[in-house]
């Protein structure tokens, strides 16, 4: 396929954010679109990353994009089909069968990084898109499209106890056969979002209907897709590319705001995550972040220094 930069327009982003949509064939709700964001680095470079956003979520991380330009990194993000930019009217949010589904969009895009010339590619997801790109990486070893995965907080496991989690979530995969559409609590408090947006207690601007404070419920098929990947990730997945892990120090579990909000991850049990990223075979690093927000690049800005730091630092060492 033949890509042109004509196929980008003004991204509402601003600041020299553009955006291009990508299109796809129809599914059990209609119509599917993607959303492909770019900004480029002032500096000529043939480096660049592709970033995924997590679940309830889109792109709107404009300081994180701005880090990355200034490190000579030409920066793309995708809002992923029935999320921010690509939900359509029909569509259900988050709503897909398989996280497979998505394999249309990071293909397509990876196919456009590399037609603008980008030679070294960083794949880097946050939460579910973390899960998603450390699965996709696994099922596509000796790829020539990216050349390193870079995880925020990833969704390696339902924070959620034992039982549940050993009968609880089983049992409503295997009911998402009979009952795909059958809708259950999207899993975690409205006070994360509380936590980041400036209209309550943090210092975030973005859109609510896009990332909305009380979390809209989720289907059984979902469930199942996240069931899913996760038992891939959960049986050592082997990936052939330098791979950072990042995470909080500490889980959050209020049920009332307090301001551990500000400083530990209120979404996922890090415990988790930091099990599984020792489970996966490869070059893995893993980095605890003290005091890190789930999304780490949100966290409170002495966090988040320590944050680019370790992730800079780690590209220096794998490649440059």
């Known amino acids: 396929m033949i890509y042109s930069d004509g196929d980008y327009e003004r ?36 480096k660049a990353v592709l970033y995924v ?10 300081q994180m994009a701005q880090r990355f330009n200034g490190a000579a990194y030409n920066f793309y993000a995708l809002d992923l089909r029935k999320y921010g930019r690509s939900l359509l009217a ?7 069968h398989s996280l497979l589904e998505y394999d249309e969009e990071i293909n397509e895009a990876l196919q456009i990084i590399k037609s603008e010339n980008n030679m070294e590619v960083l794949l880097m997801g946050h939460s579910t898109g973390g899960l998603i790109l450390t699965n996709y990486a696994g099922r596509n070893l000796r790829s020539t499209l990216f050349h390193g995965l870079i995880c925020n907080s990833p969704f390696y496991e339902f924070n959620l106890n034992g039982i549940e989690r050993n009968l609880g979530v089983p049992l409503l995969s295997f009911l998402s056969r009979f009952l795909p559409n059958l809708l259950i609590s999207g899993g975690f408090s ?9 209209q309550k207690y943090g210092e975030w601007n973005y859109l609510l209907n896009w990332k909305p404070h009380d979390i809209p419920k989720v289907t059984l098929s979902f469930i199942n897709a996240i069931r899913t990947a996760h038992k891939s990730i959960q049986n050592k997945l082997t990936l052939d590319v330098p791979t950072l892990v990042l995470y909080s120090s500490q889980s959050v579990n ?9 400083k530990g991850d209120a979404v996922l049990n890090v415990k988790h995550i930091a ?9 893995i690093t893993n980095c605890e972040i003290e005091n890190g927000m789930h999304d780490l690049v949100l966290s409170q800005k002495s966090v988040r220094e320590t944050v ?11 490649f440059r």
């Open 254 to 262: 209020d049920k009332k705001w307090s301001e551990r909000f500000m």
């Open 275 to 283: 099990y599984y990223a020792n489970q996966l075979n490869g070059n």
């Open 90 to 96: 029909h569509q259900k949010m988050n709503n897909v």
């Open 53 to 62: 956003h997590g679940f309830n979520d889109y792109f709107f991380q404009d």
């Open 308 to 318: 680019y730091r370790e992730m800079f630092e780690w590209i220096d060492l794998n």
């Open 190 to 198: 409205k006070l994360y979002g509380y936590s980041l947006h400036r």
């Open 11 to 46: 991204d509402l982003l601003g600041d020299g954010f553009q955006q291009r949509r990508l299109n796809y064939a129809d599914d059990y709700e209609g119509e599917v679109i993607a959303t492909l964001v770019r900004k480029k680095s002032e500096i000529p470079s043939v």
